[in-house]
């Protein structure tokens, strides 16, 4: 058979790596779990409380296929069913970095055509049957099914054994993206889902017919109308919590609306090391409650955003058992975000002109004093990506942008501006004025609005911030009809190429990356990408350049050499040009309490694992290796 041709020759090219391949090729870390040091227990004891964001926990679908935000999705999610690997926020010189799973091994072969994966040996579900690459591919024709984002340019998957699996792509190219796509999502048993495969729509023949325009679809009518069939009856499927088969450390042991208790699952590949028997997860049902829950000392480990009084009550109420991690400044970027296409703010010289007005660090003092950290250079990268891909003589070249209202001026002077009685104008004698929108939802970004703004006022541009509703927020960036807003659309913390895309668009989508009501940014148009960035920006020093394709080139190749170069190039430009204009960097701060369980890790990495309030990636690698047990 073709297939365990293939295997023969991923076997030589796979010989001796751990995770991904081309671990000195690029940024681009594998991770390869290191057994426990610990000694396993021998019965597991004690509930793990924790809790889970406003929406995260399952009201009724318990179907990992059936849409994003089910149990599969969410707070439940990684506890109970597992991936090939759990992705870290955790970055190793710039790179993703990933904790194994289902799997234990992954990499191309064939020059970047194929990718392929090696399952654990012995692994076993939840009712004790075994969990072979069958139950992957079956999982993956499924993703495909319901038209699910399924990877980068995968062409087929298959098993050539029980322990291999192989995702063939369409273009033999490398891709830093491509290990997350394939290696993140949730495998489900094909013994309750196989069912669902349509028998004559293979993967490899749904990701062909996708591909093609609407205009040569025509021929495959009957097929779609078939899959689109199929896809229903797969969506409405809901096994409930009492029928789930799962292969996590945990299994659904009881249901709510207001908590999910979870129970350790004895046949999990990890289950030696589990010292903890069950997980409480308490919804979310507001803002004050949680915070209340927080003081109170109810959960054992979360991530949480404090203010400053709440941080303080936290740590005053629970002393000596609390203890409060301190984030690493570079996963969420706040700041300033301007529309291109809005006069002045096209103009790189008021642009400039706001980044010498702003004292960051007062902003983030008002804004994120806890977890906050002032961005040492406007570049739109962290500086612990800076230093990964830029030498010290290019960081040199950087313009830290220390306040100096003198220049901010000069530069206000250079393209018309004047100053009368204190005030600002524009060229055509009118008051320049600045508006901010921001979120109701996010205090950080109103606090870093509002200061802003009181920054920009004080200069003697009168500036204010304004308030909008999730909906009115995103529709009216969606339209470009905003002037500025104060806050953040992109994350830097593993992903790059991520934050990249969103910044420059290179997928021909504008920048932001959700949705409002059904409506997501339209393709760009007449030179433009993302907000208005220009597909041709002219940098001292480096001439010309075309952002977009420099964030694509990065993307897609292997040279760390031409990695550090493009970044550079990347970097100058957002520089330059300060956009976006990131003035400190925050993250969920962590909480985790020794009043009812000890041995935590002391690595940071897997604190960071504790991203969306609730601390189930944190739990489930910890556990699997052995920490975090009762006292």
């Known amino acids: 058979m073709k297939g365990h041709k293939y295997v023969g020759r991923a076997k030589t090219a796979l010989a001796g790596l751990m995770g991904l391949s081309l671990i000195a090729a690029g940024p681009l870390a594998a991770a390869h779990a290191k057994p426990s040091t610990h000694r396993p227990a021998a019965k597991a004891s004690g509930t793990f409380t924790t809790y889970a964001p406003t929406g995260y926990l399952p009201q009724a679908d318990w179907n990992p296929f059936a849409q994003s935000s089910s149990t599969c999705g969410t707070a439940v999610g990684v506890l109970s069913f597992s991936p090939l690997a759990i992705q870290s926020n955790t970055s190793r010189n710039g790179g993703e970095y990933f904790y194994p799973q289902l799997a234990t091994s992954w990499g191309f072969t064939h020059h970047f055509k194929d990718f392929v994966v090696h399952l654990r040996p012995h692994l076993k579900w939840s009712?004790?049957?075994?969990?072979?690459?069958?139950?992957?591919?079956?999982?993956?024709?499924?993703?495909?099914?319901?038209?699910?984002?399924?990877?980068?340019?995968?062409?087929?998957?298959?098993?050539?054994?029980?322990?291999?699996?192989?995702?063939?792509?369409?273009?033999?190219?490398?891709?830093?993206?491509?290990?997350?796509?394939?290696?993140t999502p949730y495998i489900a048993p094909a013994s309750l889902y196989q069912k669902f495969v349509p028998a004559t729509a293979t993967f490899q023949k749904m990701m062909a017919v996708n591909d093609l325009p609407s205009s040569k679809q025509k021929p495959y009518?009957?097929?779609?109308?078939?899959?689109?069939?199929?896809?229903?009856?797969?969506?409405?499927?809901?096994?409930?919590?009492?029928?789930?088969?799962?292969?996590?450390?945990?299994?659904?042991?009881?249901?709510?609306?207001?908590e999910v208790l979870l129970q350790k699952n004895p046949d999990n590949w990890a289950a030696s090391n589990v010292h903890v028997e069950n997980v409480a997860l308490i919804n979310q049902t507001g803002t004050e409650s949680t915070q209340n829950a927080a003081v109170s000392g109810k959960f054992d480990a979360y991530g949480y955003q404090p203010t400053t009084p709440l941080y303080d009550a936290i740590m005053s109420h629970n002393r000596p058992y609390i203890h409060y991690v301190k984030p690493k400044p570079f996963l969420t970027p706040n700041g300033l975000f301007y529309n291109f296409k809005d006069y002045p703010y096209n103009l790189v010289q008021v642009r400039q002109a706001i980044a010498y007005i702003v004292n960051r660090n007062a902003v983030m003092k008002l804004s994120d004093p806890v977890a906050g950290v002032t961005n040492p250079i406007p570049a739109g990268v962290p500086l612990d990506y800076i230093k990964a891909y830029l030498s010290p003589a290019q960081i040199k070249t950087l313009n830290p942008y220390h306040r100096n209202l003198k220049k901010a001026a000069q530069l206000l002077q250079s393209v018309g501006f004047k100053k009368r009685n204190g005030a600002w104008y524009l060229p055509n004698g009118k008051p320049f004025k600045i508006t901010i929108i921001s979120i109701t939802t996010l205090a950080s970004w109103d606090l870093t609005a509002e200061a802003t703004a009181n920054e920009l006022t004080q200069f003697g541009i009168p500036s204010k911030m304004e308030l909008r509703d999730v909906g009115s927020f995103g529709q009216e960036i969606l339209k470009g009809e905003y002037p500025m807003y104060g806050g953040y659309v992109f994350m830097w913390p593993f992903q790059p190429w991520g934050s990249l895309g969103a910044i420059f668009a290179y997928w021909g989508q504008g920048g932001i990356s959700f949705k409002t009501n059904g409506q997501v940014l339209p393709p760009a148009t007449k030179g433009d990408v993302g907000f208005g960035f220009p597909t041709r920006v002219k940098v001292p020093g480096l001439g010309t350049l075309d952002p977009a394709k420099l964030a694509w080139q990065f993307q897609y190749t292997s040279n760390k050499a031409q990695q550090d170069q493009i970044m550079y190039k990347l970097v100058k430009t957002m520089n330059y040009e300060c956009w976006p204009f990131i003035e400190y960097f925050q993250d969920q701060s962590v909480f985790y309490s020794t009043k009812n369980f000890t041995d935590w890790p002391v690595h940071r990495s897997f604190f960071d694992m504790i991203g969306d309030g609730s601390a189930n990636y944190f739990l489930t690698v910890a556990e699997e290796q052995g920490y975090v047990r009762p006292k």
């Open 127 to 183: 009712n004790g049957k075994g969990l072979t690459s069958k139950d992957v591919v079956t999982s993956w024709d499924l993703y495909g099914l319901t038209g699910a984002w399924v990877g980068d340019q995968i062409q087929n998957v298959y098993a050539p054994n029980p322990s291999t699996v192989v995702f063939v792509r369409k273009r033999p190219l490398f891709s830093l993206a491509f290990a997350g796509q394939v290696l």
């Open 221 to 258: 009518k009957k097929l779609l109308t078939q899959l689109t069939a199929d896809a229903k009856k797969l969506i409405a499927y809901n096994p409930g919590n009492a029928g789930l088969v799962t292969a996590g450390p945990y299994t659904v042991k009881a249901f709510s609306p207001g």
